[in-house]
């Protein structure tokens, strides 16, 4: 299988903290993976340095087999990313959200491919609605309806249930897995909830202090810690220094 | 939507870029960025207003200061003409300062720098939709200005002839540069810093002999004078009025200090944007 993502060695101190530290990893093309570890671990550091917001202090990523410092146009977009916690413009329309981000992509069709996106994602009603009166729920919807106006061969996913009630969360993983086997998307996805990790994630990468701890199958590492489940793995190994 | 102008603005500026070859920006995306500004000011009363309040504001008080200093009949000084114009100025280079300012703070004010910057956006598209963004907020200033002192002081702005042209287009580049500047400030220190977005250009008025000629400043001032562009426009604006003739001296001291001023800002921008990356601030500009 290809590696759509490799990271080597990746280090990124802010003055004397380190918060990754020599990290490694690839992920596979067309899987859901899950970047996971405690609070303070480094997954948002790790997530933000993928998607070239903040340059690492050393090491290597590599996205598509290419590296930012010579392809960051075309590495981003061929990328999307989306995360409860960074809202579009509350002062714009729906509408108009998706017309702006779907124009710096340079999206070709871009009314028939919103047209599209919101049936799939169900926001037709609103699209006329100031993006500051979605509900948690609809936000979370435009956001990955943005995320996709691209196409994207990688979607970065950034807790995308949190803060979601369980009907809307159980809505949102459906969703995703039928993103992933309709369109062959490679997710890396970041999440504390670890039935919903087991539930849709092919991997998991477990990182600590910002470093690699772990990585496998969710029902292969939970035999191989001998726990009844992905949740007491996720325990120990971060109870475990 | 479909026809709203910007649209048509976008597609001149991609032929524009395709017929100069330009590679290092791509318009669509600068089109994008002006297109969620021009949103903005579509349903923004108050947005519209600041575009309209300050200048009509200017016009009043100067406009009305000039008719009175005309009943003086101060030989050889027209003072609708020469204070009239130079607030008409003026406000051109505040408006280009400003405009740049406040569309960099939209995108700060809703943190919408992650969401944008992780698209394929080069940070060079994203100042020049700043700027563009710019370009249409000094039109609109320009329709109200010219059109009050017309109205109310018959000055017709136009007819002070086209060698002010290349003045204008200084104090717009100035304006530009003193916003992109303010713009890596508020990069550097967050948000409490934007108070500059709206205060910086006062701190060069006094030095740019906009309303009195460069003599009248204490000779050390006129050294910290000989260094804004702006002062060599507001020189050769009055000289231009005076003797009709284009004042090229002027002119050039105009354009090389321009020169000076949009490399280095840009410059300073870029080198802050690395260090909000590198510190990881980008998305931690308040407070």
Known sequence: MTSVIEVENLVKSFGSVRAVDGLYFAVEEGTITGLLGPNGAGKTTTIQMLLDLITPTSGTIRIFGKEYKTAREDILQSINFSSPYVSLPGNLTVYENLLTFGRLYGVKELRKKIDELVDFFEIRDFLKKMTYNLSTGQLTRLNLTKALLNDPKLLLLDEPTASLDPDIADRTRQLLM?????????????????????????????????KFKDEG?????????????????FLHIARTT | MSGFWPLYIGICLELVSWLLGFNFMKFHRINALLIRHMYLFKRSFPRIMDIVYWPVMDILVWGFLSLYIDTLHITGFNAITVLL???????????SQKSVSIAFLEEVWEKNLLNIFVTPL?????????????????FLVGIVLSSLSYLFYHFNLFSLGFYLIPFVLNLFLFGW?????TNAIILRFGTSAQILAFGFIILIQPFSAVFYPVSALPSGLQVVAGLLPS???FEGMRSVLSTGSLPTALLVGAFATNAVYLILTLWFFARMFAYVKREGKLLKLEG
Request: aromatic residues 10%.
């Open chain 1, 178 to 210: 039928r993103i992933q086997k309709e369109r062959g998307v490679t997710i890396l996805y970041t999440s504390h909830n670890m039935e919903e990790v087991e539930e849709i994630c092919d991997k998991v990468i477990f990182i600590q202090h910002g």
């Open chain 1, 217 to 233: 199958v969710p029902a292969e590492l939970v035999k191989k810690y001998g726990h009844k489940d992905l949740n007491d793995v």
């Open chain 2, 85 to 95: 114009g130079a607030v008409v100025f003026w406000d051109f280079l505040n408006q």
């Open chain 2, 122 to 138: 080069r940070l060079s598209e994203f100042l020049g939709a700043t700027v563009l963004v710019g370009v249409v907020r000094i």
């Open chain 2, 177 to 181: 540069s003193l916003g992109i500047f």
């Open chain 2, 231 to 233: 002062t060599y426009v």
